[in-house]
T-cell receptor
Framework: KNEVEQSPQNLTAQEGEFITINCSYS?????LHWLQQHPGGGIVSLFM???GKKKHGRLIATINIQEKHSSLHITASHPRDSAVYIC???????????????FGKGTKLTVNP | NAGVTQTPKFRVLKTGQSMTLLCAQD?????MYWYRQDPGMGLRLIHY???????AKGEVPDGYNVSRLKKQNFLLGLESAAPSQTSVYFC??????????FGQGTRLTVV
């Protein structure tokens, strides 16, 4: 079983719709990241959060540490939001303070005009 | 401010050839990582570094070597490329427990 599970794998929406992407994880983490990857492009960090909720423009990210669950919401979706959204959790690597990101497989979002 | 820069962006290798991927960051980050991304799988950690002169193995290190002689650079080497190493490679950097910055990726094909 993957340490990070995302749902859905694929999501198609009409412009203007409210979008929710979910991420569940099975281990203790120090933080959770939401990332965006456009086709053929690099990866951009959207949010890093360890509790509560963060908002940036039309994007909202929430995390429930007790439930080991996070959601990414997009309000008033637009075709330019079409991308793969990736959830990643930050884990400690043994001793010494080093750490790594463990990634979900991503959710491919397509927003049609 | 360039952020994280990977070179090259594309490369085709023949089986058995060697090559080095360069990752350069200008944010004075301590942590640097090399990941590979394959269809249907999340990014997987190959090697990482927590500072100049230090490197460590990640989840899928076999067939790769790394070096971090300067804080700003993290090199990923393939000594004898295999078709299984066909992938998209991403470098990332960060401070401890902060947002990670990613390069644009290197698409490598081994034939």
């Amino acid at each position: 079983k993957n340490e990070v599970e995302q749902s859905p794998q694929n999501l198609t929406a009409q412009e203007g719709e409210f979008i929710t992407i979910n991420c569940s994880y099975s281990v203790g983490i120090s933080a959770l990241h939401w990332l965006q990857q456009h086709p053929g492009g690099g990866i951009v960090s959207l949010f890093m959060l360890s509790s509560g909720k963060k908002k940036h423009g039309r994007l909202i990210a929430t995390i429930n540490i007790q439930e080991k669950h996070s959601s990414l919401h997009i309000t008033a979706s637009h075709p330019r939001d079409s991308a793969v959204y990736i959830c990643a959790v930050r884990l400690a690597l043994g001793t010494g303070g080093s750490e790594k990101l463990v990634f979900g497989k991503g959710t491919k979002l397509t927003v049609n005009p | 401010n360039a952020g994280v820069t990977q070179t090259p962006k594309f490369r085709v290798l023949k089986t058995g050839q060697s090559m080095t991927l360069l990752c350069a960051q200008d944010m004075n980050h301590e942590y640097m990582y090399w990941y590979r991304q394959d269809p249907g799988m999340g990014l997987r950690l190959i090697h990482y570094s927590v500072g100049e002169g230090t490197t460590a193995k990640g989840e899928v290190p076999d067939g790769y070597n790394v070096s971090r002689l300067k804080k700003q650079n993290f090199l990923l080497g393939l000594e004898s490329a295999a078709p299984s190493q066909t992938s998209v490679y991403f470098c990332a950097s960060s401070y401890w427990n902060t947002e990670a910055f990613f390069g644009q990726g290197t698409r490598l094909t081994v034939v």
